[in-house]
């Protein structure tokens, strides 16, 4: 890449395993700055996810925090794994502790097992909302249509873990961003709103109940 008239290279693996490269080539990369980036270990995820639980004041056993450090290895995930289990914690326990983690990831084993699909959650939300499903995929932005579709791009996200871009082509948005924003929304609204976190689970009792 050129930036300023300077070349800067990338490369993902150490200069003497990159074969035909010439001798002055692999001098040169050998000059640089080279990184080694890994997955942080056992120890630095449960630091990184007991941060982002005071950051959020959310209460959280330290039991439960290495339980979610255990399985969760991307970095990227600890902090959505939080707020799903603090979404379901909301109204029933005061903080999130082992037997709430234990029984998420039963849940999303028997889940794996029953293999709900992206209908199963989109049915069962209109079902809930009294909505027809191809109005979740319609260019319409009346309220209640809108809040049921933001409700089923954040389960498709959470409970099936689909992909950003197939869940806007899913319901019918334009792009992958349409999906953050109301991902973010879902889970900020069942973070302040304790009677709309019930209704998120409820919804997602009545999916698993389905299948």
């Known amino acids: 890449i050129s930036c300023g008239g300077r070349s800067e290279v990338k490369i993902t693996c150490p200069p003497h395993e990159i074969r035909n490269l010439e001798d002055r080539l692999r001098s040169r990369f050998s000059g640089g700055l080279i990184v080694d980036i890994q997955n942080p270990d056992f120890e630095l995820r449960t630091a990184i996810l007991l941060i982002k639980a005071t ?20 970095t990227r995930s600890l902090e959505g794994m939080l707020l799903s289990l603090y979404a ?17 990831f039963k849940q999303k084993t028997t889940t794996a097992k029953k293999r709900f699909t992206a209908q199963d959650v989109i049915k069962c939300v209109c079902s809930y909302y009294d909505i027809k499903a191809a109005h979740i995929k319609s260019a319409t932005r009346k309220s209640s249509v809108a809040h049921a579709r ?8 959470s409970e099936l873990d689909i992909n950003l871009g197939e869940i806007a ?3 019918k948005r334009k792009d992958h961003t349409t999906v953050i924003h ?11 709103d304790k009677e709309f976190a019930e209704e998120i689970d409820v919804i997602r009792k009545t999916i698993h109940a389905s299948t």
């Open 55 to 74: 950051e959020k004041n959310i209460a959280i056993d330290i039991e439960a925090a290495t339980a979610i450090a255990e399985t969760i290895l991307d």
């Open 182 to 192: 109301a991902i973010n929304k879902i889970t900020k609204e069942t973070m302040k």
């Open 150 to 157: 933001q409700v089923i791009m954040y389960l498709l996200r």
């Open 88 to 104: 379901r914690t909301l109204g029933v326990k005061d903080r999130i502790d082992l037997l709430v983690v234990e029984d998420f």
């Open 169 to 171: 082509y899913m319901v």
